[in-house]
Nanobody, 124 residues
Framework: VQLVESGGGSVQAGGSLRLSCTGS????????MGWFRQLPGNERREGVA????????TYTDSVKGRFTISRDNAKNTLYLQMNSLKPEDTAMYYC??????????????????WGQGTQVTVSS
């Protein structure tokens, strides 16, 4: 599957953004999907949220209650609704897919497919 993110941009603290990730080549309904981010100056990607085939969702503690992951299988698109954004959310955000089971947010190596990333910048 090929993944293309969109929706990043610059926003002030407290604002909202919605990221989209559109798949092509195969249906995202066949994959566990997730969002990772890479903070400035940090080489490692950290898991933000994931959504299983069953619809079960998981989030890293720092975004719980603020971010919502969802998928629209008819549009072959994954979303990340980000509310109450903070400057520490500034990062490159990547869409991710795993073909079997689901990725562990602490292990980017679990990911089978990556998008190219979209930048989110939150100013104070």
């Amino acid at each position: 599957v090929q993944l293309v993110e969109s929706g990043g941009g610059s926003v002030q603290a407290g604002g909202s953004l919605r990221l989209s990730c559109t798949g092509s080549g195969s249906p995202i309904s066949s994959y566990c999907m997730g969002w990772f981010r890479q903070l400035p100056g940090n080489e490692r990607r950290e898991g933000v949220a994931s959504i299983w085939l069953s619809g079960r969702t998981t989030y890293t503690d720092s975004v719980k209650g603020r971010f919502t992951i969802s998928r629209d299988n008819a549009k072959n698109t994954l979303y990340l609704q980000m509310n109450s954004l903070k400057p520490e959310d500034t990062a490159m955000y990547y869409c991710a897919a795993r073909a079997s089971g689901c990725m562990d947010r602490s292990r980017p190596s679990d990911v089978h497919y990556w998008g190219q990333g979209t930048q989110v910048t939150v100013s104070s």
